[in-house]
């Protein structure tokens, strides 16, 4: 193979038409996985921004865009994802990766859309529908969900309604208009491709916020968005296809964190 690489599309046809980011990582996922071709993982600079070379050639995305970035942190995390690869190459095993092509081929051209998927989830987020019993976790929830609200509160002026069991509450449209004005500073593809996944993942746009911001940890946040699972779990014990689920999860959250706080 005499061309540049992309981790979905190994020797795709530019001039066929292309399969979406998530269409393509569908279809890895679901075919054979190529043997590992490369030797010589590098990261190379060009034209102020960094590129991963496997044996001196770029890497593509799946839409065949050059895999390049402006951080030397997030490029050396992609170069890492590949130098891991064993025998095969595999996706699943490449959340910097995946998250980095997304960014790339979808979130850069559809941002307005991006952006407002995110506040989208203030409307309903998460910390904000609290369970009426048993008390134990009531209090549970109250404790470690309320310093955020707080921190919300405090930091950007937003204060949300808080409701208990499962029926819908509608935020003060005032609320939901100074988290669009938040979103809408995050005007960097990647920054906002992780913003978004963390959002995603956490059911709850004031925690991916409150880790975007620095001030909660990916892993806190994390226990912070599983605290219901976390209670049934301990109730009735855990389910290995859930756990392993989750654990896949959290390789994503954890791509999604550095993201987001690594790019400048």
Known sequence: ????????????????????????????????????????????????????????????????????????????????????QKNKINPKNMPMTRLVNSALDGVANTMVEVREEVVRFSETDLLCYRAEGPDRLVERQNTHWDPVMIWME???????????????????????????????????????????????????????LAVADGFLLADHSWKLAHIDEDWNREQWGGDKEAEERRAYRWQDMKAASFLVTAVG
């Open 1 to 84: 193979m005499s061309g540049p690489f992309d981790i979905f599309g190994l020797g795709a046809d530019p001039e066929k038409p292309q399969e979406s980011p998530a269409r393509k990582a569908q279809i890895a996922s679901a075919r054979a996985l190529p043997n590992r071709f490369y030797e010589d993982v590098t990261v190379f600079y060009e034209d102020g921004g960094f590129l991963i070379h496997l044996d001196g050639k770029p890497v593509r995305t799946p839409a065949r865009q050059i895999l390049k970035v402006a951080d030397r942190p997030v490029a050396q995390k992609l170069a890492d994802e590949w130098q891991a």
């Open 154 to 208: 405090e930091r950007y002026g937003c204060s949300f309604k808080l409701v208990g069991g499962v029926m819908h509450v509608s935020q003060e449209g005032e609320t939901i208009e100074r988290v669009r004005e938040i979103v809408d500073l995050y005007d960097n593809p990647l920054k906002l491709a992780g913003l978004h996944s963390m959002t995603s993942l956490l059911g709850s746009c004031i925690l991916a």
